[in-house]
């Protein structure tokens, strides 16, 4: 096991369930990235946008997508 994995392991240890489902959610779209031609891949500009939008939140922006999520539904 690779020294990277042990930590990342570390840290999923230390998440509780919300946390943990918005880790899921994440690795899943990377996931479905993979396989998708380069043309349909996020492109930087639309990392750049996230980042802007998250930016400001004082608290957990996986707490706050997951809220988001539920007020939707």
Do not use: C, F
Not at 39 to 58: F, G, M, Y
């Amino acid at each position: 096991m690779t020294m990277l994995r042990q930590k990342i392991e570390h840290e999923l240890d230390a998440l509780d369930n919300r946390s943990m489902a918005a880790v899921y959610e994440q690795l899943r779209q990377l996931n479905s990235m993979r396989r998708l031609p380069a043309k349909r891949r996020i492109v930087a500009h639309d990392i750049e946008n996230v980042l802007r939008l998250t930016s400001p939140s004082k608290g957990s922006w996986s707490e706050a997508v997951i809220d988001n999520r539920e007020e939707r539904q």
